[in-house]
């Protein structure tokens, strides 16, 4: 009954190399996001977007860009993948009330 | 500049025993709480939350607790179960200024042993 996925839920990929991670959704929520999780810090907002072609930046948005072209799909692109962009990402979907939150996709850049 | 902080990296408790999760935040705008719970490879989910004008919500085991004037907040989760081992984020919101967007905490692994 997941009203919102993500895929890949695994990568692996090097330096340098573009990567596109897809998160969607069937709720038609108007408001989703990108979240990093690392050791040390939780929840980190990478970008964010309150409707079709409407994004915003978070607080760790360098090196990220997003689309959104529908209302149920929310890009995130990783337009060089570096080391330090190793995670595991989150998309969620909702609103300050109350988000809901993908299973994940971890992401090895060697 | 971390808004919200969880200082307690982990917690060990026995079953059936209170588990006490602090958060504590800086930003005197946030006026709406949230903890989250995570267990391993799956998204954290919405466990309890706090309007700033209340200083108490109760949801059966789960209880919060805010302090305005101390910018503190408590999860109390009475009696633990090993079930309830996970990782717990606090959460924070400020309507006025960043709308639908919440600052996390770092997060609380929270162990109990049966």
């Known amino acids: 009954d997941a009203g919102i996925t993500q895929s890949p839920r695994h990568k692996v990929t090097e330096t340098g190399t573009p990567v596109t991670l897809r998160c969607h959704q069937t709720e038609n929520h108007r408001y989703m996001y990108w979240y990093r999780q690392d050791p040390g810090h939780g929840l980190r907002l990478i970008h964010y977007?309150?409707?079709?072609?409407?994004?915003d930046k978070g607080e760790v948005s360098d090196g990220y860009s997003v689309s959104r072209s529908k209302t149920e799909d929310f890009l995130l692109t990783l337009e060089s993948a570096t080391s330090s962009q190793t995670s595991v990402y989150f998309c969620?979907?909702?609103?300050?009330?109350?988000?809901?939150f993908g299973p994940g996709t971890r992401l090895t850049v060697l | 500049d971390q808004q919200v902080k969880q200082n307690s990296p982990s917690l060990s408790v026995q079953e059936g025993r209170i588990s006490i999760l602090n958060c504590d935040y800086t930003n005197s705008m946030f006026d709406y709480f949230l903890w989250y719970k995570k267990y391993p490879a799956e998204g954290p989910t919405f466990l309890i939350s706090?309007?700033?004008?209340?200083d108490k919500n109760e949801d059966g085991r789960f209880t919060v607790f805010l302090n305005k004037s101390a910018k503190h907040l408590s999860l109390h989760i009475v009696p633990s179960q090993p079930g309830d081992s996970a990782v717990y984020f606090c959460a924070a919101s400020a309507l006025e200024t960043s709308g639908s967007r919440l600052t996390f905490g770092e997060g609380t692994q929270l162990t109990v042993n049966p």
């Open positions: 706090i309007s700033s004008i209340k």
């Open positions: 969620a979907m909702g609103t300050s009330n109350e988000q809901f």
């Open positions: 977007s309150y409707g079709v072609k409407d994004t």
